[in-house]
């Protein structure tokens, strides 16, 4: 229990502590040593896991995402550290500004590891409604009259997400009271779980569709993903890196617990076709999207929507297999797209821009940024020997075994994306240098250490892991 | 088993709520639509009070009591300043036309309805019945959203949304975590409101619409230059 | 034999009991209004004398009148006298009470409309065609409006005679419906439309631009006018025990039994009287809207009117 509320505690006592701080240098450093600590508290989990309580648990399915998240918001605040540097050498960020950044990345963590170790379906939703408004002032933060319009949006959007999603919740609180009995156990995930053979079937299947629109709205998926592209464009890159690489993760973490619940049902709909209409979408419009974009921030958004729309296709199909291949596939997009918003934050400092067309010739100008930036989109676009290849492989392979026609759209989807991440590569990284050059001091370090779990992963994944993955995959059902 | 009596005014204080939110949709003015949403906030917090006195549950009197005070009174106050001090257009833009709003609000409330009603036969009557309420509520408030183009308008219809929830929380007979659930929206809307101030967002961004920002953001321009 | 005798003086009674008190009606809505915007206001036997005064004036033509518009005064004012006399108004036993039916009633007043348009129009003077033409407009929209109220109510109680809706409601435990609250609202709103009261025609201007039921009979003089203004305050009267007998049937005799009767009298004229003075509070609190608004305003009407319809299946509280 103590190893939970550790994790919680850590970055709320490093938030107050931040938002007090005034020196700005001191400060990131110790938001990065906030965020590691709170690392190693999570990885605690992996070796003792705390039993449950009515409203915090660890499961299968937690553990992993809550290392992943601490480690990512870890590596990112050591990224944030040089990046905010430049930021205020340019003054486009001021000290007292910073101090709120701060302070406020430590909430964001919070919010999010609260969301994942809830085991309380309103915990949850306080959780995620927490995050939501943290990232909306971040997205904010440059006070330009385009990140104001996107945090506004942003806003919107979320907020009309969250009060659906909410609207779900109370349905499945309807759907367990008549079962279990009034009360805070009929909310909690371990009973919900335990007992969601003998709930209704017709409320889940309403409740679901709120959530699925609701959740969804965070995850990205088309038609509800208006507010991503802007709200990773006009936001600092740590956030567009924490937003892309965790929180659409947390969100889809929520859609997937429902998801169990609804598959421990026998009369509920499965919720496979809903969310593979989603994906599909999601996919083939945001890899059509690609080839338009002129920002670098922005194409890596849409890029987010695209490998979004492939985890909620994968889940859709269903199965162990592709189960399995989802948990991966959310797993390493994370770490890769974190680590290519890594790089897209320094390769925009150094170049003053964030368009595409001021951008050429990395690989020559800056060999270790821009070699960095290459093998991170050659990663996401899914080219072995990275971990992507590897879980794309498993969800087209299990799509042929299930539904061979669905294969269809998702090999074309991913063609259509790899082509326009392929195109903008060669733009970006290869040529004669283009633009302005500014020198930087820049900590490659996260960047290499993410795209070197990629690699390995492609090649071995530790026993746990796998084992783990099949028991969540197994929960997760058709 | 709850009397007779109660259930109808429980109804009664349901309807009203949403026959406010049709009056939302209404009205072309902004001040009408901050009036019309200061009404259904007391409606709401009339029937969040009920919903305590029936139920016995005094926890309920703290939603209430949030919803008069901070709906009914504060905010009102707080956007009728903002559209003062900002020099907002008195008249909404409305994207589709009145008796069109209308139209298509009877049909979510109809909508809502079938989706509710054959979902929920396990439920107690005053639950079910006041589930569709605030499912309509809530489809109005999102119509509302997308209708009507004006940064006031579009909080007042998250608020008339948030307002249904609320609805749909309070009659859920012992649903934990209900005041919570108002005290965190009522700091979200806070935000919104706080931050409509602050940062001077005035008209319509388009807010919905993808293609305005990207225009604008150059990502099109540039194809161009 | 006596039954039937008591029965037909009831019958004049009403007839006699709506033409007095439609003049009190009317003169007590512009009181209250007076003293609301602090005028001391004309006393309530004004419209009396007023009504009383153009009865003894000549009634002037216009050279190219045709009967049309010599006949309309007398047909209308009948039309309406025979509606306000069918609602019940103290009691449910009446003789007439079988054609209290409200479809027969939407078709007397809209018989009486159609003649008072063709009236407006005969003489051919603009401001004739501009009343009718703005008449009709309205008419269009407050038809349907009217007939979904109808519609909900029949759905509901499985008749469209007032008298048994009356009953229906007063007998049986109907408590706070859902859906007559919402009928309730909307026939008030077409019945502001079809009196032509603020905000949608004003009935006391002379402005060119906004009048509508004041033009359509600008022509008209002397017992001619008469008529037509006591047609106006039957209208307004009968809209008012309408919809009282409906939604507030609570005091109406529902026998022919003395103390009832005087019951039922005293509730009427208490509901008449409380009417009148909600309705003088609501037009001094609101301003007229522009015409365009007035297919909104009656669009709303006829949307709230099948709210109420989709309601009945919600509110069946079983």
Do not use: C
């Not at chain 1, 802007?230 to 859609?255: C, F, K, Q, R």
Request: glycine share 8%; net charge positive; proline share 4%.
């Amino acid at each position: 229990m103590t190893q939970i509320v550790a994790i919680l505690i850590i970055p709320l006592v490093a938030a107050l502590v931040l938002a007090a701080l005034p020196w700005h240098r001191f400060a990131a450093w110790l938001n990065a040593l906030a965020s590691f600590s709170t690392f190693l508290a999570a990885s605690s989990l992996l070796y003792a896991r705390p039993e449950a309580t009515i409203l915090l648990f660890i499961d299968d399915f937690n553990v992993y995402l809550v290392v992943l998240t601490t480690f990512v918001a870890f590596t990112t605040s050591w990224f944030s550290a040089s990046y905010i540097e430049h930021e205020v050498e340019i003054k486009r960020l001021t000290p007292a500004s910073l101090r709120f950044y701060h302070a406020m990345y430590q909430v964001l963590t919070f919010a999010m590891l609260l969301a994942l170790v809830a085991n309380n379906i309103g915990l949850m939703w306080v959780g995620v409604e927490a995050a939501t408004l943290t990232t909306v002032v971040m997205v904010g933060l440059y006070r330009t009259r385009e990140s104001l319009e996107a945090a506004w949006k942003y806003f919107i959007l979320g907020s009309v997400g969250i009060a659906l999603a909410l609207f779900g919740t109370m349905l499945v609180y309807l759907a367990a009271q008549s079962v279990m009995g009034e009360g805070v156990e009929a909310l909690a995930w371990t009973g919900l779980q335990a007992r969601a053979a003998s709930f209704d079937p017709a409320l889940l299947n309403l409740a679901f569709v709120f959530l699925l629109v609701g959740y969804g709205t965070k995850v990205g998926l088309a038609p509800l993903h208006a507010w991503l592209p802007d709200a990773h464009a006009e936001g600092p890159t740590p956030i567009s890196a924490v937003l892309s690489g965790l929180l659409l993760n947390v969100a889809l973490y929520a859609l997937l617990r429902y998801k169990m619940i609804l598959a421990g049902n026998e009369g509920a709909i499965t919720p496979g076709p809903l969310m593979l209409a989603m994906g599909t979408s999601s996919l083939l419009l945001a890899g059509l999207m690609l080839y338009r974009r002129r920002d670098i921030k922005r194409m890596f958004a849409y890029s987010s929507i695209e490998h979004m729309g492939i985890i909620a296709f994968t889940f859709g199909i269903g199965g162990p297999l592709a189960n399995f291949a989802g948990l991966l596939h959310m797993a390493l997009h994370s770490l890769t797209k974190s680590a290519i918003f890594f790089a897209v934050g320094h390769i925009s400092q150094v170049k003053g821009s964030q368009k595409l067309a001021d951008m050429g010739g990395l690989t020559t100008s800056h060999p270790a940024l821009g070699w960095g930036f290459v093998l991170g989109v050659l990663s996401i676009a899914g080219l072995p020997p990275m971990g992507l290849f590897m879980s794309e492989f498993l969800v087209v392979t299990s799509a042929m075994a299930r539904q061979p026609w669905l294969a269809v759209p998702l090999v074309a989807g991913l063609a259509l994306a790899f082509g326009a991440l392929v195109l903008r590569l060669q733009q970006v990284a290869f040529g004669a240098p283009r633009g302005q050059s500014a020198p930087i001091s820049a900590s490659l370090v996260p960047l290499y250490l993410h795209l070197g779990m990629v690699f390995v992963a492609g090649l071995w994944l530790p026993r746990p892991l796998v084992v783990w993955f099949q028991n969540v995959a197994s929960l997760l059902g058709g | 088993m709850i009397g007779r009596i109660e259930f109808d005014i429980a109804h009664a204080l349901s309807a009203s709520v949403l026959l406010l939110s049709f009056a939302l949709l209404y009205q072309r003015r902004v001040s009408g639509v901050i009036e019309a949403f200061a009404l259904q906030a007391v409606a709401v917090a009339a029937a969040a009070a009920w919903q305590a006195f029936t139920q016995d549950a005094p926890h309920l009197y703290i939603t209430a009591l949030i919803a008069l005070l901070f709906k009914a009174m504060v905010i009102p106050i707080a956007l009728s300043r903002i559209v003062r001090k900002l020099g907002m257009h008195k008249t909404i833009e409305t994207v589709l036309g009145v008796n069109l709003a209308l139209l298509a609000g009877v049909g979510l409330v109809a909508l809502s309805i079938l989706l509710v009603f054959p979902a929920t036969s396990v439920a107690a009557v005053l639950t079910r019945e006041n589930l569709a309420l605030a499912l309509s509520i809530v489809l109005l408030g999102l119509l509302m959203m997308i209708t009507r183009r004006n940064a006031v308008t579009q909080v007042i219809g998250f608020m008339s949304l948030e307002n249904g929830l609320v609805l749909a929380a309070v009659g859920v007979k012992g649903m934990p975590l209900v005041v919570e659930m108002s005290i965190a929206f009522s700091v979200l809307i806070a935000f919104l409101v706080f931050g409509m101030f602050i940062f001077r967002i005035r008209e319509r961004f388009d807010t919905l619409d993808l293609q305005y920002l990207e225009a604008f953001r150059g990502d099109h321009q540039s194809e161009r230059s | 034999m006596t039954g039937a005798i008591v029965a037909i003086v009831l019958q004049l009674a009403q007839l006699g009991l709506v033409l007095v008190l439609a003049p009190a009606a009317t003169g007590l809505v512009r009181l209250v209004k007076a003293r609301l915007l602090g005028r001391r206001g004309p006393p309530l036997v004004q419209p009396y004398r007023d009504l009383a005064k153009l009865l003894r004036k000549e009634a002037v033509m216009a050279d190219n009148a045709s009967w049309v518009y010599r006949v309309t005064p007398y047909i209308v004012f009948a039309l309406l006298w025979l509606a306000a006399a069918l609602v019940p108004t103290f009691t449910t036993r009446l003789p007439f009470s079988p054609a209290a039916d409200l479809i027969a009633l939407v078709a007397l007043l809209g018989s009486a409309r159609f003649l008072q348009a063709l009236a407006g129009m005969d003489v051919g003077t603009s401001f004739g065609g501009i009343g009718s033409s703005r008449e009709m407009m309205i008419a269009t929209l407050a038809e349907p409006a009217v007939l979904m109220v109808i519609f909900t109510i029949s759905l509901f109680i499985h008749s469209t005679s007032i008298p048994s809706i009356a009953e229906f409601v007063l007998g049986s435990e109907v408590g706070i419906r859902v859906s007559f609250l919402l009928a309730l609202i909307s026939l008030t709103m077409v019945a502001i439309a079809e009196t032509g009261r603020i905000p949608i025609d004003n009935p006391a201007t002379h402005l060119e631009l906004t009048m509508v039921h004041e033009a359509m009979v600008l022509e008209y003089s002397g017992r001619h006018l008469a008529l037509i203004e006591a047609a106006g305050m039957l209208r307004l009267l009968f809209y008012l025990s309408l919809i009282a007998g409906i939604f507030v049937p609570w005091g109406l005799a529902e026998s022919g039994a003395g103390p009832a009767i005087a019951i039922g009298v005293a509730a009427y004229v208490a509901k008449t009287v409380g009417g009148s003075i909600l309705l003088g509070v609501f037009e001094v609190s609101i301003a007229k809207m522009r015409v365009f608004r007035v297919a909104e305003f009656l669009g709303g009407a006829l949307l709230l009117g099948l709210l109420g319809a989709i309601f009945l299946y919600v509110s069946t509280g079983t």
